[in-house]
């Protein structure tokens, strides 16, 4: 009973925060946050693994992660992106197979960076690919629709990277793994990626 309170306990914290996360991503301006943030590694994704670790340890699973190029300074709102960095990892691990990696991999140029988050799981069929950022839009199959969901995650990410003017997307090979990506610019919205 305690652990069933527990998971339920969990569940509606998790549900508060993504909506309080999409209140604040729509009704708030973006220009007034963006600082350059000159240790992306471990204001965003150190922070971000350090948020999911129990999840992952729940799951028995490992992550790996690898960084293609120097990592330059950041034009960039750190926390909503660390919301986007947190999303996308609870999604792997929640949707990721028991004792799976999470391959976190981080590619930097001098005019973007790219974070692609790939776990083993179930995936998606490519048909169902333009469902995955609308708001509260699930994906209706039987390994993903038994897993607790709002529908919100996916979407307030595709927006803050909106606001960012840079790109979120998603691939997948059904029944093996799914893998989602960001692109920001380094230089801040503003600039050309």
């Not at 926390?79 to 799976?100: C, E, P, Q, W």
């Not at 790939?118 to 390994?143: D, I, M, V, Y």
Request: glycine residues 6%; negative net charge; proline residues 4%.
């Amino acid at each position: 009973k305690i652990n069933r309170i527990s998971a339920n306990a969990e569940y509606l914290l998790g549900l508060i925060k993504d909506y309080l996360d999409l209140a604040h991503v729509e009704n708030s301006e973006i220009n007034s946050n963006l600082t350059s943030v000159s240790d992306f590694i471990d204001t965003v994704i150190e922070q971000a693994q350090d948020i999911v670790i129990a999840q992952l340890e729940e799951k028995k699973m490992t992550i790996n992660r690898t960084i293609e190029g120097d990592v330059p300074s950041i034009e960039c709102d750190p926390a909503l992106i660390k919301i986007v960095t947190v999303n996308l990892l609870s999604n792997a691990i929640k949707y990721g197979f028991d004792n799976g990696a999470i391959d976190v991999h981080i590619t930097a140029t001098t005019q973007c960076l790219v974070v692609s988050v790939k776990n083993e799981g179930p995936g998606f069929a490519p048909e169902q690919q333009n469902q995955l950022f609308r708001r509260f839009s699930r994906l209706n199959t039987p390994e993903l629709i038994k897993q607790r969901g709002t529908g919100v995650g996916l979407y307030t990410s595709w927006k803050i990277i909106q606001i960012h003017e840079g790109k979120i997307w998603a691939e997948s090979q059904q029944g093996s793994w799914a893998k989602f990506s960001y692109r920001i610019p380094v230089n801040g919205p503003d600039s050309k990626v």
